[in-house]
């Protein structure tokens, strides 16, 4: 069962705008939170990440928002820029363990 | 920097070979994982490692082995290879946890592995 979820497979954006993009977690066990990036040929790198005892974090263009009660956080991209085009996954864990749960991917595509 | 290698970009190989994916890290991580990455599917985790000689099955384990005979090194076996196991496969360390501070993994750059 899929415990994390990524309910947009895909988004398109325009340049300058912002990218919001997504993820569903089922279990509340899960206190880290992380987003990837991929591009084509690559493995996933990391962008940003989350602790549970935060509700948001920023990086730059990045930040990621945590809503605990409802099991969902979010990326926010402003401004989205072409290069930023990629699959965009979602991982969750929880900070004593070892395993990484990953959502199905959304494929943002930045249009110039 | 955190360098995950693996043996091959690309590999073509014919249903019934048994075929070998390799993967290296130099971090000593602890952890180390196989993944594969399907559309529609996102990451879905096939074995991982935590200590040399371990293993512990992850969501789709069926059809594949594992081999971790020294820490930085941790293979990827498939039995008898089968068309559905056309797949990228992804290779990932991260260090041992709890950790005094929070830890990602890190990704090698994927063999898009193409069986006929």
Not at chain 1, 54 to 80: C, M, Q, W, Y
Not at chain 2, 80 to 102: D, E, F, G, I, V
Request: aromatic share 12%.
């Amino acid at each position: 069962d899929q415990q994390v979820k990524q309910n947009s497979p895909s988004l398109s954006v325009q340049e300058g705008r912002i990218s919001i993009l997504n993820c569903d977690y089922t279990n509340s066990m899960f206190d880290y939170f992380l987003w990837y990036k991929k591009y084509p040929a690559e493995g996933p790198t990391f962008l940003i990440s989350i602790s549970s005892i935060k509700d948001k974090n920023e990086d730059g263009r990045f930040t990621v928002f945590l809503n605990k009660s409802a099991k969902h956080l979010s990326l926010h991209i402003v401004p989205s820029q072409p290069g930023d085009s990629a699959v965009y996954f979602c991982a969750a864990s929880q900070i004593t363990g070892n395993q990484f749960y990953f959502g199905t991917g959304t494929s943002l595509t930045v249009i110039p | 920097d955190v360098k995950v290698t693996q043996s091959s970009r690309y590999l073509v190989k014919r249903t019934g070979e048994k075929v070998f994916l390799e993967c290296v890290q130099d971090m000593d991580h602890e952890n180390m994982f196989w993944y594969r990455q399907d559309p529609g599917l996102g990451l879905r985790l096939i074995y991982f490692s935590y200590d040399v000689k371990m293993k512990e099955k992850g969501d789709i384990p069926e059809g594949y082995s594992v081999s971790r005979e020294k820490k930085e090194r941790f293979s990827l076996i498939l039995e008898s290879a089968s068309t559905n196991q056309t797949s990228m496969y992804l290779c990932a360390s991260s260090p041992y946890r709890p950790l005094p501070k929070q830890e990602t993994q890190y990704f090698g750059p994927g063999t898009r592995l193409l069986v006929l």
